[in-house]
């Protein structure tokens, strides 16, 4: 979604730059946003941001600001959705949700995970980094995003475009049969629900649990009480303990 002018102009004040993945994958594929330089000169971590439907790039940058104090050395690059949004004109979406059904999810993060897979590899290579260098945060539709490539891009290896996930009321749209190939270095996985979400129900990433532990993939399941369909601050301190811990393991 492109901003208007006033909104540029309050972003870039904020110390934002317009970024796209145009150069790397076309304009059919390409997918923009808003990248956030480290609060220090060194650059060591990448924190990608995916936000919910009906909504765009804007929507997750808060947690770029309340994060960047505690991770100095971060690259943040908050993106918008791969499409307009249909049933939001003026806001962006990954898929449509438009005569919704199982299938339908299962299939637009099946056609989006490879594209935006790639969008990361481009923003990760760009800076010199590499994917143990990466985290990826997403909301709602953002998360089954993030989920989608960080683990089940196709013709990829799951740990090549990220080291953490946070998925914040999300779920996984798989076909019963998915599986993710073998790797070393299989990303940790963090979801996050509120258990009085009723858009995304927290039955839906109590399946996902179940799924990924069954697939072998670190996981850990945060259930919020008393907390609907959002992201709150609790759950924002939750995701950067996590990345925290996952990013600077090795340290």
Known sequence: MACCGDECMMLQRQGWITWSSDEGVGPANAITGW???PVNSRVRYLIVLCHGHGNDASGMM???ERWAPHLPDAVFLSLNGWEPCVLHPGTRQ???????TPE????????????????????????GLTACDVALVGFSQGAMSVLAAGLFAESRIAGEVGRAIVSIAGALHLAEEASIP????????????GDQDDVVPLTRSMVADSRLKAMHV??????????????????ADCALAFIIRVLQADA
């Open 35 to 37: 990248m956030k330089p």
């Open 62 to 64: 808060w947690l770029a």
């Open 94 to 100: 990954w898929w449509s949700l438009r005569d919704r």
């Open 104 to 127: 339908t999810d299962r299939a637009g993060a099946a056609r989006l995970g490879p594209v935006l897979a790639e969008t990361i590899r481009i923003a990760t290579t760009g800076l």
């Open 182 to 193: 073998s790797a070393e270095d299989m990303p940790a996985v963090l979801l996050l629900h």
């Open 218 to 235: 670190p996981v850990t399941l945060t259930i919020l009480p008393g907390v609907g369909h959002e992201v709150t601050a609790e759950e």
